[in-house]
């Protein structure tokens, strides 16, 4: 079963920028479509933004145009770049498969936290 590991969070004053990292085991990362997900405190988990095998993307609209999501399929390793951070983006990270939250059986890494100070 693949497996997630986020790195990269910290704690960054809005307006900065921050990138985290998600890198997977297993030799089906390059298949599979991926995506980053955030929890803040008190708040459900919600998809921030999604990108394809083949490298089509989308986003949530509160990260739309501050954040990039890519991969490096040769490295099993994701990214987002997330720029003109607010401190309304405060959450723990998450990476897993597209639908990830729809599924029962999901394993979830241990995430990375994301702190913007005002």
């Known amino acids: 079963q693949v497996q997630f590991v986020e790195s990269g969070g910290g704690l960054v004053q809005a307006g900065g920028s921050l990138r985290v990292s998600c890198a997977a085991s297993?030799?089906?990362?390059?298949?599979?479509?991926m995506a980053w997900y955030r929890q803040a405190p008190g708040k459900q988990r919600e998809v921030v933004a999604t990108?394809?095998?083949?490298?089509?993307?989308s986003y949530a609209g509160s990260v739309k145009g501050r954040f990039t999501i890519s991969r490096d399929n040769a490295k099993n390793t994701m990214y987002l770049q997330m720029n003109s951070l607010k401190p309304e983006d405060t959450a723990v990270y998450f990476c897993?498969?597209?639908?990830?939250?729809?599924?029962?059986?999901?394993?979830w890494g241990q995430g990375t936290l994301v702190t913007v100070s005002s």
């Open positions: 990108i394809s095998s083949g490298g089509s993307t």
């Open positions: 897993n498969t597209v639908g990830a939250l729809y599924r029962d059986l999901a394993v």
């Open positions: 297993g030799s089906t990362f390059s298949s599979n479509a």
